[in-house]
């Protein structure tokens, strides 16, 4: 799904890393959307923040320059979001922000509009401090901790599977028997879909912190979608 925004900042990268190497889940966030490292010429298949600063590092050396820098990393509603603070020199601190898959760079630039931020590193600061100042920080009025996410996305998912099954039953009691047969079977035939959905979610971070939520978010937005539908036939009866 690509990231559907205005241009509203972008960042001075290609001239710093147009000699390193990168792919992988990890995104770098320029303009409207993010890139990966085989976006930008590399063909290296794990691009993490601290290859990331590796690499500038060890290119400004090679230039005879002193580099330094760290990471500053957190899991955020919108995904995990680090931020790569980098010198080299006599030249000026860069901020350059990356993200953790495709899916989250959509969620961080829609955030980071919605709030009327100029730049992603001033965007991460605010998450960031929200973290910083407690274990459960907000963004948007939300949690930033994994397992306060989990939480929050578990009691909308409950939520929104009670206004669905209301609405379900609703339909099967104002349907005559011909329907009812109908919007059963098209109930079979969507938990399925849906099922199958959530199920192959899984690739963007198997095996990481972030599978669980990320399986959780499709599921809950499949549930809203198919609650929709569902109301607007209500509704037109």
């Excluded at 006599?90 to 898959?101: A, D, H, P, T």
């Excluded at 760079?105 to 919605?114: A, D, L, M, R, T």
Aim: aromatic share 8%; charged share 25%.
């Amino acid at each position: 799904m690509r990231c559907k925004v205005s241009i509203f900042f972008s960042i001075t990268l290609l001239t710093i890393i147009s000699s390193s190497s990168f792919a992988g889940e990890w995104r770098v966030v320029m303009g409207s959307s993010c890139v990966n490292g085989r976006e930008m010429g590399g063909s290296d298949s794990q691009l993490t923040p601290q290859k990331f600063l590796s690499s500038l590092k060890r290119d400004a050396e090679t230039n005879g320059q002193r580099a330094n820098g760290n990471i500053e990393e957190i899991n955020s509603s919108t995904g995990k979001v680090a931020r790569v603070l980098f010198s080299a020199g006599r030249e000026n601190l860069k901020n350059i922000v990356l993200v953790s898959n495709a899916k989250t760079c959509e969620k961080f630039i829609s955030y980071c509009i919605k709030n009327k931020y100029s730049d992603p590193e001033s965007c991460f600061s605010a998450i960031y401090k929200n973290s910083k100042n407690a274990n459960q920080g907000t963004l948007s009025g939300g949690p930033t901790t994994t397992a306060g996410m989990n939480r929050e996305m578990d009691n909308n998912i409950d939520a929104v599977d009670k206004k669905l099954n209301s609405v379900y039953n609703k339909l099967l009691h104002e349907m005559t028997p011909d329907f009812q047969k109908k919007l059963i079977q098209s109930e079979q035939d969507w938990i399925k879909y849906r099922d199958s959905t959530v199920a192959i979610t899984a690739w963007q971070e198997a095996g990481g912190t972030a599978q669980e939520l990320n399986q959780d978010g499709e599921y809950l937005e499949l549930e809203k979608n198919r609650l929709k539908f569902l109301s607007s036939l209500l509704n037109s009866n």
